[in-house]
C-alpha cells in the first residue's frame, strides 16, 4: 500500500551522524507511567504470507516481484539507498541478525555460529564466529577482513567515504582477529546494547576497503555476493534488477532459478497484476477491493470454475462485479448494459480484468511502522507544549485508527508508543503520560496558553466613539481626523454588509476549493446578513438593540458567532497550515487528515491545508520545516536506543543561527529524552536498557510533538500458487524459501520475453 511519509529508503537507514526544545515537563502522571513487565494487550498481527514447507514448494520458475523503481545505489549505508536497495540486498548479503515475526533480533545460523558478550570490564567485547560454510561468492571464505573493512568505512573518522550513517561503528575500538578468521573479536570504546545492529547487511572488503568502490562502484554492481541469489543484470532503461541461484550457496538452495524485481508505479499495479508481468506486488485498497471482487464472482453464483482461476466467470457473474465496482446496483447495470453497447464492451473488458486478477490473493497483515500527526514546535503556536497537548488531547486516535483499518479488517488499536509496537519485547502503553482524549481539558490547556474564544477580534477599551483609550491606540488626531474616522468607520460598515450579502456564495466557494490546492477550515462566517444599503431593515436584528436601531457611532460592530467561537490571542487567530499529500496513493493520508481538521474546528482551531506532490512532500517540507501539522511515518525497529534518538533528539542551534534537527522533524525534543537514550544505548542488561527506553517514551508523549494515530496496513496481491511469501509484518524474508506450489513459470521470465 502505497503510503506518503518518511521515504521507504529514508525510513530504514536512521542509524545516521547527527546533523533536534522544550524544558523537563512536570506531568504528574510521569512518574508512574513505566510500570513493569510488557503490555498484557501486547498482541502482534501475525504475518500472512501462505506459508508452506519446502518440500510442498517445485524447483525452478521465475517469480517477478514488483519494486516502485530501480534502486540509485546497491549501497544500504548511502543517503540515496531506499526501500527497493533494502529487498534487493537482503536476497544478496549476509544479515546477522535479522527480524523475527515478532521483531526481535535472531541470530542468522547461515552466517553466525554464535555472537555474543563475553567481556563487559573494563570494555565490553563481541566474539563473533561464523559459519564455517560461510563464503563469497568469489569462493573466498568470510572473515575478520570483511568486518575490519566495513568498520573503517563507516566509523566516521574518514570523510571520503559517503555514507548516511554511522551510529555504533563510532564506539568500536578496534577490531581482531580471532583464532582464525572465522572469529572475529569486536572491543567497544563504550558500552553499545545494540550491538547486533552492526555489519548487516555485510559488505565484501572489495566493496568497503576504499572510498572510490564503496562510493560508486557499489551503486550499480555487485560483483561479491554472499546470500541464496547472486546479482545477474540492472537494466535501469527496462525497469528490471534480476538475481540468480547462488552456486556457492551453502545454506537451504533456493527454490526459484530467478527473481526479477521489475519497477512498476505504484499507480499502474493493477495493470501490471492483470497482464501477467508481476507475480507480487504491493498494493492500495482499491486493488485489494478489485481483487476480492474478482475473487467474489469467479465461479459466479452456480458453482467453481470449470477449469483454472476465473474460469468460470459467467457474463452475469462479471456484471453483477462491474455494477458494484462502479457504484451501481445491478438492475440499474442490467439495464444500462441493454442500452448501451458501450457498457457492454465494458463489462467485457472488465470481466476479462477480473478473470485475471482471480488468480490472485490479497496478503494483509500490519507494517512494521506507524503514522503520526507531527506537530511542528520550532516556531509559532505550536512552540507552547500546552498548545500541543491541547490537540494531542482533542483527537480521537480510535476514530482515525478506526478510519484507516477497519475497511481492511485489521485490528485497528492506536499505537501506544514511539518506540516499540504491538508484539515487540518491552511495548508498553505509554501514551498515560500525555492523556486520554478529552475536549474540556483541551481546552483548558489552551485557555491558559491564552488562546480564548473570540481572541481573534480586535478589543477596544472603550465602544465610546472619540474616546481617550481609541486615541491613545490611534494616537491623538485634530476633530477633522475625529470625523474622518468616523466616515472611515461607516464606510467599513457598509463593506461589511456587502460581505454578508455573499456569505452564502463565498461558503460554496469554500467548499469547492477544499478539493485541491489550499484552502482554511475555520474562515470567520457571518452571522447574519443585511440589505448592503446604507441602512439596515427591520429584519437584520443585533443582539442588545431593537430591530432596526442604529448602534451609537464608534460602537464596533457585533461579531458573528461563528467569529467568536475561533479561538484567538491578542487579535490573531489560531490558525495552523496542515500540509498533506496529493497523489492518488496518499488517499488513506487525505482522509485522516479530513478528520482532523474537523476535530480541530470543532474546538475553534482553524487550519489552512496545503496539498502538495508526492514527490516534494517530504524533501520540501517534512524536512526543511515547512508546516505546522504533517502526516508522515516511522518503521518499527530491533534497536529503538540508536534508532529513536536522532529522531527525538532535542534541536542543537548551528553556527548560522539554523537549527540541526538530525531526524527530529518536529523540532521537539529536551534533555531530559537525550540523556534517556544515551543511557539505554549504554545499557547492557536488556530489561534495564528497555526500563529506560520506556520513560524516554513517556516523556515524548508528554512533550507532544508526534502522536502515533494508527499502524500502517501493509497489503500484498500475490499470485495463489506463491507460498512463503506477502505481508510480511516484522520478519524478514526468507528468500530461499520462496516458490510456487505448481512447478510453473508464472510471469514473463528474467529476460521479459514469454
Known sequence: MSHVGVPRGTARKRRSVALLATGVLTIPV??????????????????????????????????????????????????????ATTRITGALLPSLFPMDAKGEPRLNPDYLESAKVIEREPKQVVLYKL??????????????????????????????????????????????????????????????????????????????????????????????????????????????????????????????????FRAVEPGKRTDALTEGTVDVADIDPATANSIALAARYRGGNDGPPAHGPGAGITPAAALRSWALAHGSDEEAAETAQAAREETREAVAVYAAEQKALSGFAVRKSLEPSYTQLALNGESGPLSDDRVRRAIARTLDRQELADAVLKPLGLPAKPPGSH????????????????????????????????????????????????????????????????????????????????????????????KASREEGEYTVGDDKPGSRSSGGSGVTAQDKQPGGAAGAYAPAGTAAPAPAAVKSRLGKDGKPLSLRFVLPSGPGSQSLRTVGEKIVAMLDSIGISTQVTKVADDSYFKDHIASGDYDLALYSWPATAYPATDGRPIFAKPEPATDGSLLVAQNYTRVGSDHIDQLFDRAVAELDADASRDLLKQADARIWAAAGSIPLYQRPQLVAVDKKLANIGAFGFAAPRYQDIGFTARQAAGPPANGKK
Open 30 to 83: 510521569l512518574a508512574g507511567c513505566t510500570s513493569d513487565g510488557e503490555d498484557p494487550t501486547s498482541v502482534a498481527v501475525p504475518q500472512d504470507i501462505a506459508p508452506a514447507s519446502r518440500d510442498r514448494v517445485a524447483d525452478g520458475s521465475t517469480l517477478n516481484w514488483a519494486i516502485d523503481a530501480v534502486p540509485s545505489t546497491l549501497n544500504a549505508f548511502q543517503a540515496d539507498a531506499d526501500g
Open 131 to 260: 559459519n564455517q560454510q560461510a563464503v563469497w561468492s568469489d569462493g573466498r571464505e568470510i572473515g575478520a577482513p570483511d568486518f575490519v573493512a566495513q568498520w573503517r568505512a563507516l566509523s566516521g573518522k574518514d570523510s571520503a567515504f559517503w555514507t548516511a550513517r554511522n551510529a555504533g561503528y563510532e564506539r568500536i575500538e578496534k577490531i581482531e582477529r580471532g583464532k582464525d578468521d572465522l572469529q572475529v573479536r569486536v572491543t567497544f570504546s563504550k558500552p553499545y546494547a545494540d550491538w547486533r545492529s552492526l555489519f548487516s547487511p555485510l559488505y565484501p572488503k572489495e566493496v568497503t576497503g576504499s572510498p572510490g568502490t564503496f562510493n560508486d562502484g557499489a551503486r550499480t554492481t555487485l560483483r561479491n555476493t554472499a546470500g541464496p541469489f547472486r546479482l545477474r543484470s540492472v537494466n535501469k532503461p527496462r525497469g528490471t534488477v534480476v538475481l540468480d541461484r547462488n552456486p556457492r550457496w551453502w545454506g537451504d538452495e533456493a527454490r526459484l532459478d530467478s527473481l526479477v
Open 419 to 510: 518506540l516499540a509496537l504491538a508484539g515487540q519485547p518491552g511495548y508498553k502503553d505509554g501514551s498515560g503520560a500525555l492523556g486520554e482524549q478529552d475536549t474540556k481539558e483541551a481546552q483548558a490547556l489552551l485557555a491558559d496558553a491564552g488562546w480564548t474564544p473570540g481572541g481573534a477580534l480586535r478589543s477596544t477599551r472603550d465602544t465610546k466613539a472619540g474616546s481617550e483609550a481609541e486615541k491613545k491606540e490611534e494616537g491623538e488626531k485634530p476633530a477633522a481626523g475625529e470625523k474622518a474616522a468616523d466616515e472611515d468607520k461607516d464606510e467599513k460598515a457598509e463593506k461589511a454588509g456587502k460581505k454578508d450579502e455573499k456569505a452564502e456564495d463565498t461558503e460554496k466557494d469554500d
